[in-house]
């Protein structure tokens, strides 16, 4: 009995593990997307001069 639950505890844990990356890999999606966002044109432009400059 004591081992049916220790094993369920463990299960439990893991899942809760898995949500709580997918919530900070969510975090920095949106991180991401908004720098982007953000810093767009200024990244277009340095990328563009770096081609121009070969």
Do not use: C, H, N, P
């Amino acid at each position: 009995m004591m081992l049916k639950k220790m094993e369920q505890f463990v299960r439990e844990e893991e899942g809760q593990g898995m949500a709580e990356y997918g919530l900070i890999l969510a975090g920095v999606a949106v991180v991401a997307a908004g720098i982007f966002v953000t810093l767009g044109d200024r990244i277009e432009t340095l990328i563009q001069s770096i081609i121009d400059s070969f």
